[in-house]
T-cell receptor, first 113, second 112 residues
Framework: DGGITQSPKYLFRKEGQNVTLSCEQN?????MYWYRQDPGQGLRLIYY???????QKGDIAEGYSVSREKKESFPLTVTSAQKNPTAFYLC????????????FGQGTRLTVV | QKEVEQDPGPLSVPEGAIVSLNCTYS??????FMWYRQYSRKGPELLMY??SSGNKEDGRFTAQVDKSSKYISLFIRDSQPSDSATYLC????????????WGAGTKLIIKP
């Protein structure tokens, strides 16, 4: 089945540690996205990539980093510079730039302990 | 003022009722309008998208866009308990490189 796989589903991090969230898609989509979702707020864009080896900052990129070495993979690293990392993180992909049909993974819940 | 406003709810209705979910927006350049459904602790899934103004129907779901009023709606007919979820609106335009701008979501509860 085609889709997007995020792992792990739950992640706990100690303050001061970097953690990496995995996102893999087998939809052959060019564009991939990382969003953060907090209670009572809409999804906020962290980073996006429209092609391999290229990515752009979204609205809240500070404290995060990404890479896009393969078309199917777009990992997100939450660094110790991110002051409030506890959130639900969603990865998405779309076939083209119009982004009219974005497919989402099941999300990773990150908690700082 | 947020670019996209959406009543967070919760909105609680009896099974079989017609549900109306709404979003207002401020950017008149938006051209693409989407509705996503999100179950608890899951990723959103696309229900419908509409380009520019007008209506679009898919089974029990109807999406309406009124660009003159900067207002979009999602109607659910014959609502079922399985429709209980959070409904997110999103919109985009070519000027922002099609980046989606999201509402905060409305939590819908269908009571059996």
């Amino acid at each position: 089945d085609g889709g997007i796989t995020q792992s792990p589903k739950y992640l706990f991090r100690k303050e001061g540690q970097n953690v990496t969230l995995s996102c893999e898609q087998n939809l052959n989509h060019d564009a991939m996205y990382w969003y953060r979702q907090d209670p009572g707020q809409g999804l906020r864009l962290i980073y996006y990539s429209q092609i391999v080896n290229d990515f752009q900052k979204g609205d809240i990129a500070e404290g995060y980093s990404v890479s896009r070495e393969k078309k199917e993979s777009f990992p997100l690293t939450v660094t110790s510079a991110q002051k409030n990392p506890t959130a639900f993180y969603l990865c998405a992909s779309s076939a083209d730039l119009s982004n009219t049909e974005a497919f989402f993974g099941q999300g990773t819940r990150l908690t700082v302990v | 003022q947020k670019e996209v406003e959406q009543d967070p709810g919760p909105l609680s209705v009896p099974e079989g009722a017609i549900v109306s979910l709404n979003c207002t927006y401020s950017n008149s350049a938006f051209q693409y309008f989407m509705w996503y459904r999100q179950y608890s602790r899951k990723g959103p899934e696309l229900l419908m998208y509409t380009y520019s103004s007008g209506n679009k129907e898919d089974g029990r779901f109807t999406a309406q866009v009124d660009k003159s009023s900067k207002y979009i709606s999602l109607f659910i007919r014959d609502s079922q308990p399985s429709d209980s979820a959070t409904y997110l609106c999103a919109m985009s335009d070519i000027g922002s490189n099609y980046q989606l701008i999201w509402g905060a979501g409305t939590k819908l509860i269908i009571k059996p």
